[in-house]
Structures are given as C-alpha cells and as structure tokens.
C-alpha cells in the first residue's frame, strides 16, 4: 500500500509516494539522499542511526517514515552550518579529542548527545556515559567520547555566560 507523505527534514520538505512500512532510516537515506544516518543493527540498538524528532533523539530504524509527518527531523547534516568549513562545537570538541575512529556510530551519538549538551544542564563523566548508553561502539573505549561532550559542554556553558 502507498501513501503520500511531506516529511520536513533539516528545513527542507520531501514529497514522496511511498510504501506505508518504509522505514524512517531508509526514507532518510534513498528518498532524501541524507546519508549520514546509517543502519546498523536494524533493530533500534546500537543507535547508529538515531536522528532528532522535535528535538528528541529517536531510532530511525524502527519509526515508519509515515509517523514523521507533521514533525520536523534533524539529521547530522544539520549540525555543520556549512559557511567556511565551520563545524558544530560537539563535532570540533570530537575531532580535538580525537573521539571517533571508523566514524561509523558518530552520528548517531552525535544526534543523541547534542540535545543533552545544548540544554546547558551541568554534566559530569557519569551523566554522559548514562546518555551514550544507548549508542554502540566498537572501536573506542569511550573515553575520548566522553571527554568530547564535556568539552562541548564546558565551551558552550563558557559562551553562554
């Protein structure tokens, strides 16, 4: 079965005919051409492909494309402005601490911890671990993730003031 659908993402609206059970990652990734989101697991847990739906983190892998309508969707695409190369403060904290390595999972942390650092609520190494609980790794110990985002956090609690 098909059905119309106008799904906002990153300020841009995609129009599509598409089939009722097509999954949010793959609408993400085949009808709007974003391809940052990737799937890894398939079954909601290893968080790589975690975007933001009104501002909260969400599984695309498990989310019919058709529940997005009417929501606006941020993917990692929308965190760089993209004037002069310039990256989102949690991308250049992660580069500075050298916290990614495959790369493959970082969007998917990226888009589940920004929320946490942009609320300006203080973090501690504990909290940060707790909110990356749901995002898989297989090529870091963690640490340098954890330092990135209180790094991103420490600056933006430093700009705000």
């Keep these: 079965m098909k059905q119309e659908v106008s799904i906002s993402i990153n300020g841009t609206v995609y129009e599509r005919t598409i089939d009722v059970r097509m999954l949010l990652s793959d609408f993400i990734r085949h009808e709007a051409r974003l391809t940052g989101t990737h799937v890894g697991c398939e079954h ?45 403060p949690l991308q250049q904290a992660f580069h500075e601490t050298h916290a990614l390595q495959c790369g493959y999972c970082t969007a998917g942390i990226l888009m589940s911890i920004e929320p946490l650092v942009e609320s300006g609520e203080p973090l501690d190494e504990e909290r940060v671990r707790e909110a990356l609980s749901g995002n898989l790794c297989r090529c870091t110990g963690y640490q340098q993730i954890v330092e990135a985002v209180l790094l991103a956090a420490a600056r933006r609690a430093e700009a705000v003031e």
């Design 44 to 88: 909601g847990v290893c968080g790589a492909c975690t975007v933001q739906l009104d501002g909260e983190p969400v599984r695309s892998c498990i989310m019919l494309a058709i529940q997005a309508e009417g929501h606006e969707l941020r993917t990692v695409e929308s965190l760089a402005n993209g004037v002069d190369g310039e990256l989102h």
